[in-house]
């Protein structure tokens, strides 16, 4: 069975550090483009990083540029979300999910699998 476990997720101060981590099991991540999104509470989902397995190339958002690095273990088969100087508005949940299509140019509809979400709050 395909299936993501994501971790990492908390409450975190304004300015502080994350990292979420995306372990999957049930099949192996080389021939995928695993994606990062979020939604916070009222808004739809929106695509924050993405990572190509097969050849390590990646794609951040604007809004996290500078900030956020998406990075993968291939022994591990996890991808890793390294959240830097984070602020109030990166509050959202993190969901990571997997696109067969190998591509980080498509939208979240193209994604196959998705894990269940961790909480990310910024608050003082």
């Known amino acids: 069975q395909l299936q993501f476990v994501e971790s990492g997720g908390g409450l975190v101060q304004p300015g502080g550090s994350l990292r979420l981590s995306c372990a999957a099991s049930?099949?192996?991540?080389?021939?995928?483009?695993i994606g990062w999104f979020r939604q916070a509470p009222g808004k739809e989902h929106e695509g924050v990083s993405c990572?190509?397995?097969?050849?390590?190339?990646?794609y951040r958002a604007a809004s996290v540029k500078g900030r956020f690095t998406i990075s993968r273990d291939n022994v591990k088969n996890t991808v890793y979300l390294q959240m830097n100087s984070l602020k109030p508005e990166d509050t959202a949940v993190y969901y990571c999910?997997?696109?067969?299509?190998?591509?980080?140019?498509?939208?979240?509809?193209?994604?196959?699998?998705w894990g269940q979400g961790t909480q990310v709050t910024v608050s003082s």
């Open positions: 990572i190509r397995i097969s050849d390590g190339s990646t």
């Open positions: 049930g099949f192996t991540l080389d021939y995928y483009a």
């Open positions: 999910a997997a696109t067969r299509l190998n591509s980080c140019l498509v939208g979240a509809d193209e994604y196959e699998y």
